[in-house]
């Protein structure tokens, strides 16, 4: 059937190009359900061109087309296609490469400050407690959580108390015990990111209470005379751990100062801007504490050794400082 | 019948103006392309966000039990534990990353995430924006139905002004303007609701329309209309005839058509009433066709006519 000349003008601007709009919609759909890394080649070199056209298309269908439907139609595909088209094209392997290599330790560089003040407030929680409870054995439980102390409280013998430092497990209390203690810290890690929207102020006695249950279990092992064989427990892992909780209390601490004081960007924008690079922090810490888990739940118990063990504690406080001081760095 | 024709014109017209003007609605974001086009997102409504979400952990739900059902035997505590840790919090980032800002969820409703400024979404910003999830839900969540896991020590009022303050998170998107969530503000992301639109055939194209038989197509060319007949109705009225012609199927569209034939006849003085008593259908794509012609042509020169002419 020949086609009979079009009365309006519009009829033919629309004849002219349907066909492109078609070919574009049928390519947007392809990508939505499979993504791009599915299409093939030629297919992919049609995308910006139909979609340029398109946008054109839409210019003229704005300022001088009366087709309701055909406008709701093309500013419906072009916002769908301009999501396609200007998705990031990275794919999950090099972005987790590139935040391995340096990006972690930039994002963390970038708040050094936050990151000695949380370690301060650590310190001081831990102080206060070493004092309260070396001063007065009862305050223990002040600062330490009956569940989590697991027998190491001041009720206990000295033998007890060295027991649990070198006791060994079996395989599957090891596991359970390195994962409950991964999913609980990391869980708390995440909810200091979520929780410096509130001005940082739940960040800070998070810290603080970090701080002071260990400030009492170590003023106990002190007291008893079992100091070395307490920081050959603790360190190897808590190096890891406890830098890790550190980092997610100035993420927190970072958030909550934007919070107050987005400088001279708006609020929202500053709020995004510090969101955006302290997640990445967050995402690295809890990369952390799986490491630490990992030395905590098996290492330690296998490593009876406390010179063994100290070696490890300094390898890993080496190894973290060289990473956190020159990963990433642009080299002149 | 001028009535159907004008029915929420008021609103109507409203909207025509904003959108002309560019102005930003208030359930709207604007998006500047790199080709320099505004382009327009409905921002998507708490309940139908709540609704995608809800579908979402439906989903992890059933996968986290099958999970654990079957990692229980093989390994005791720890492998549920695990999984519900990384379930918990990597579903909907692993999920938004692979899919362009939507899960299995947002997409039934038609939701995506897109950046606030339009930019690219990126890992980052969708890790940052499900960083929050705990915060923001899933602990609000336990205290609205097991405070007593949560605040164990606590009772009474102690537990009851905890509790309060834990739930703020949940109560964020209430109060944002733009019902961004906690994680929005983190990451400068928005929810937008995009269904989408499919191309209907072109009223006033004579070949694609249904003018099968040679006796409704002869018909509509008989019905022609002089300029100064097209003069007094304006975009509103089109688009009304638009949606009438466009819901011909409808139940009532017969006798609605057939009133609006009427109406447009009188108001025009169009001569031939029994013409359009045969083919009220016709007339109306034909005075539509020719109506768009007319305003589209106007629009050319710079001259609009949103609404009709009064009397």
């Known amino acids: 059937m020949s086609k009979s000349e079009p009365v309006v003008w519009s009829v033919s601007f629309r004849r002219e190009r349907q066909d492109t709009w078609r070919e574009l919609e049928d390519l947007v759909n392809r990508c939505e359900r499979d993504g791009l890394a599915n299409m093939s080649a030629d297919k992919l070199a049609r995308l910006p061109v139909l979609y340029r056209a398109t946008v054109s298309a839409l210019g003229v269908a704005r300022s001088s087309l009366l087709d309701q439907n055909l406008r709701d139609y093309l500013e419906a595909l072009v916002a769908r296609s301009y999501l396609v088209v200007y998705s990031p094209k990275r794919a999950v392997g090099q972005v987790l490469r590139e935040f391995l290599i340096g990006g972690f330790a930039e994002s963390v560089r970038s708040i050094r400050w936050h990151v000695l003040v949380a370690f301060l407030v650590l310190l001081v929680g831990g102080a206060i407690s070493f004092a309260m409870v070396s001063n007065d054995s009862s305050s223990y439980y002040m600062f330490v959580d009956r569940g989590l102390a697991g027998g190491r409280d001041p009720m206990a013998t000295t033998e007890e108390l060295r027991e649990t430092l070198f006791a060994t497990q079996d395989y599957e209390g090891l596991v359970t015990f390195a994962v409950m203690l991964f999913t609980h810290n990391s869980s708390v890690g995440i909810l200091a990111y979520g929780l410096g929207f509130a001005l940082g102020m739940p960040v800070l006695l998070l810290l603080l209470q970090t701080g002071m249950m260990l400030g009492g279990m170590t003023a106990l092992f002190h007291s008893r005379g079992l100091a070395i064989e307490w920081w050959s427990w603790i360190l190897p892992h808590g190096v890891t751990e406890l830098s890790a909780i550190v980092l997610c209390g100035a993420a927190g601490l970072a958030i909550g100062q934007r919070v107050i004081f987005p400088g001279r960007d708006s609020r929202s924008v500053a709020m995004a801007k510090i969101g955006r690079s302290m997640g990445a922090v967050i995402a690295g810490s809890v990369a952390m504490l799986l490491v630490a888990g990992i030395v905590e739940g098996i290492f330690r118990q296998v490593v009876q050794s406390i010179p063994l063990r100290y070696l490890l504690a300094v390898t890993f406080t080496v190894l973290w400082m060289a990473y956190f001081c020159m990963a990433g760095r642009k080299s002149r | ?311």
């Open chain 2, 1 to 311: 019948m001028d009535g159907l024709l004008l029915h929420g014109g008021a609103q109507i017209t409203m909207t025509t103006a904003a959108r002309t003007n560019s102005e930003p609605e208030p359930t709207m974001v604007t998006v500047r392309t790199p080709e320099g086009m505004l382009l327009h997102f409905q921002l998507a409504s708490v309940s139908e966000r709540f609704v995608a979400m809800a579908i979402d952990l439906m989903f992890v739900g059933l996968a986290l039990g099958l999970a654990s059902l079957i990692l229980s035997f093989a390994f005791g505590m720890a492998m549920p534990l695990l999984g519900f840790f990384f379930l918990r919090h990597c579903y909907f980032l692993w999920f938004e990353t692979r899919g362009k800002g939507t899960t299995f969820g947002k997409r039934r409703l038609h939701l995506r995430v897109i950046r606030a400024d339009g930019g690219p979404l990126t890992m980052e910003i969708l890790l940052a924006r499900n960083l929050t999830r705990d915060v923001e839900f899933f602990v609000p969540f336990v205290v609205l139905i097991a405070p007593q896991m949560l605040f164990a020590d606590h009772e009474g009022l102690v537990r009851l002004a905890a509790s309060m303050w834990v739930l703020v998170p949940l109560a964020v998107p209430f109060w944002h303007p733009q019902n961004q969530r906690l994680g929005d503000l983190l990451a400068g992301t928005q929810v937008i609701v995009a269904p989408p639109v499919a191309m209907l055939r072109d009223l006033a194209d004579a070949d694609s329309s249904n003018a099968k038989n040679a006796d409704s197509a002869s018909a509509m060319a008989r019905f022609t209309f002089a300029n100064s007949q097209l003069e007094i109705y304006g975009e509103h009225e089109l688009k009304v005839l638009e949606d009438l012609l466009r819901k011909s199927s409808a139940l009532g569209a017969k006798k609605a058509q057939r009133a609006a034939a009427k109406s447009i006849a009188k108001r025009i003085g169009f001569a031939d009433v029994r013409a359009i008593d045969l083919y009220e259908k016709e007339f109306l794509q034909a005075f539509y066709a020719a109506q768009r012609g007319h305003l589209e042509q106007q629009m050319l020169l710079g001259k609009r006519r949103l609404q009709k002419r009064e009397h």
